[in-house]
């Protein structure tokens, strides 16, 4: 099967033709490229239906000099998410060709081909997938027939954040490339003890926000810092968020896998902190080659392949676009395995104190390590308990040290002061025994017999509701309420307790935003991973709406429209 791609979704006109029998693409792009500032839809529409033409012919005559006259057995084209304007232009030369050659016309989503380009050429089979591109930053994983959001933006995407800062300094779009260069100078400059300059870093669960950091980058211009070390600086910061997020991923779903795609993925900083990330983790990492990062056809044409062969195609009729198509509205019609990126981490406790997710008495989480420990002489009698867990957050070497030092006191300090707050007002959480803060090391009653994740219940989830609402009622955020920080164990057909750890995001507030996030990050987690979520996320608001403030429920709505094209 060979395939026409046609990709317009914001600035680059592209063509490709993808030849399945001989896995070979030939990708032929004409960029918009601003006279000044961002993209401007109109003046980028302008391109799209000057340039389509000429990008389409280029490849059509290709084709048709080595294949002749019937070398296309479909056309794809980028459905969306994407600008109107654009969109439309390349869905009305998608439908022309589709015609004019009588072959099957297949719309794709340009989110879900920015993943599959990277798990095709990986030969991975069910990776986390970061998409890291202009107007968009979402975390992917294949479950249950859909790609599920594991974590997004809540407002900009990453290469717009970045770009808003460099509208600022006043350099031209795209800013990516410009910063990535003026950091690496900077870098080249800097004496080893240089401070960092102050940016928000911003990661609730899997979940991020980018608009504080392109504000904060701002000011710190106006106020006169060298423009390379805001560079460095909101570098490090973007890049770590993302890549620790990544990583968040990779432990509440058990993968060992991840791909990289979109255009920021083009930035070496960026790809060499995901690289040291899994290593450290025993995962596997892929980044496409750099024209399947940026925009591109290629990776149109060849889910466009896929879709054809799958018998997904659309009738020129029914060929919409559209502006706002989220990837978890794709049914994904082209694979019939029944994989899931939740594959479990086998992480139910054995007898003996255990786990067998690492064979040793412990585990690894995103950020820490967890050893449980048989309790001192003396001690089970005043606790009731025969072990302890030892939490030890362990340094990021993808992190610039300085931040890295930063976020695991921060963490350490506010999750030995709000578990115990928490448990103070009512919320089941572990008894705090030391810490110790240079070392970034807590000693935890052990609760429990295995997370929440492994055993997903209606019950356990009211319970939930119920502590998240009582938390909340203190005037505290936990920050990352996923199914792997939710600790339960069965004493009984009745007697069954769900016990909330890991504090290390949680701050005081009472804001109702602030607290529809806790749930909004809760019911991702279930989501993300439960083969039938709804009933489970219905008694978990069942159980908050019972101890909680209505208000957060209703917040909560308004939360959930504000990932990308809700």
């Known amino acids: 099967m060979r395939v026409l791609g046609i990709e317009g979704t914001a600035w680059c006109a592209s063509a490709a033709l993808y030849d399945a029998e001989t896995d070979s693409v030939l990708i032929e792009s004409n960029p918009y490229e601003p006279d000044s500032g961002g993209i401007h839809p109109r003046e980028a529409a302008e391109h799209m239906s000057e340039a389509i033409p000429e990008v389409v012919d280029a490849v059509l005559t290709a084709a048709e000099t080595e294949h002749g006259p019937d070398a296309i057995d479909a056309v794809a084209f980028s459905k969306g998410p994407g600008l109107g304007p654009c969109l439309r232009t390349v869905a009305t030369a998608a439908r022309a060709l589709a015609g ?10 340009h989110m879900v081909a920015h993943l599959e380009i990277g798990r095709h ?3 991975f089979e069910n990776p986390v997938c970061l998409n890291a591109s202009g107007a968009n930053a979402h975390l992917l994983g294949y479950h249950d027939g859909r790609y599920r959001v594991l974590g997004e933006t809540m407002d900009a995407g990453v290469g717009n954040a970045i770009d808003k800062f460099t509208r600022h300094v006043g350099w031209d779009h795209p800013g990516g490339p410009k910063v990535e260069a003026a950091a690496a100078e900077a870098a080249a400059e800097r ?37 390379g070390e805001i560079c460095f600086s909101l570098q490090e910061h973007v890049f770590a968020m993302l890549t620790e997020v990544s990583e968040r991923a990779l432990s509440l779903t058990g993968a060992d896998e991840l791909v990289l795609g979109g255009g920021v993925a083009q930035n070496d900083r960026l790809r060499g902190m995901l690289s040291t990330m899994c290593a450290s983790r025993g ?21 466009g392949a896929e879709m054809a062969a799958a018998g997904d195609t659309v009738p020129i009729a029914d060929s919409a676009i559209d502006p706002n198509f989220r990837p978890d509205q794709v049914p994904v019609t082209w694979r019939d395995d029944d994989a899931s990126v939740a594959r479990g981490r086998g992480d139910r406790e054995r007898e003996d104190g255990g786990w067998e997710s690492d064979g040793g008495a412990g585990r690894r989480g995103a950020e820490a390590t967890v050893e449980i420990a048989a309790a001192g002489a003396g001690e089970d009698a005043a606790t009731g308990e025969t072990r302890r867990v030892i939490k030890r957050r362990v340094p990021k070497r993808y992190r610039h040290p300085q931040l890295d030092r930063a976020i695991r006191r921060e963490r350490t300090v506010a999750e030995a002061r709000l578990t115990s707050e928490a448990r103070r007002a009512g919320v089941p959480t572990p008894l705090v025994y030391d810490v110790d803060v240079p070392a970034a090391t807590l000693t935890l009653q052990h609760v429990g017999d295995r ?20 938390l909340h009622g203190a005037g505290i955020v936990h920050g990352d ?65 019972e101890a909680g403030d209505g208000d957060v429920l209703d917040r909560l709505r308004t939360v959930e429209g504000r990932g990308r094209y809700r």
């Open 100 to 109: 004019v050659l009588n072959v099957p016309l297949v719309g794709v989503n």
């Open 283 to 303: 995962a596997d990492f892929h980044a496409p080659e750099p024209r399947f990062l940026r925009d591109n056809a290629g990776m149109i044409a060849v889910l």
């Open 481 to 545: 309420p996923t199914t792997r920080n939710v600790r339960i164990e069965r004493r009984g057909e009745r007697d069954a307790r769900a016990t909330l750890i890991d504090f290390g995001l949680a701050y005081h507030t009472g804001h109702v935003e602030d607290h529809a996030m806790d749930l909004h990050v809760f019911e991702g987690s279930v989501r993300a991973t439960a083969t039938e979520p709804n009933p489970l996320i219905e008694a978990f608001e069942a159980g908050y709406a």
């Open 191 to 227: 004496e080893p003890d240089a401070q960092l300059v102050d940016l928000p870093y911003v990661v609730k669960g899997m979940d991020f926000s980018f608009s504080g950091i392109s504000s904060a980058a701002n000011d710190a211009y106006d106020d006169g810092v060298p423009v």
């Open 121 to 123: 050429q990986s030969g």
């Open 451 to 470: 997370d929440l994740a492994a055993d997903l219940d209606e019950r356990w989830t009211t319970a939930v509701g119920r502590h998240l609402a009582r």
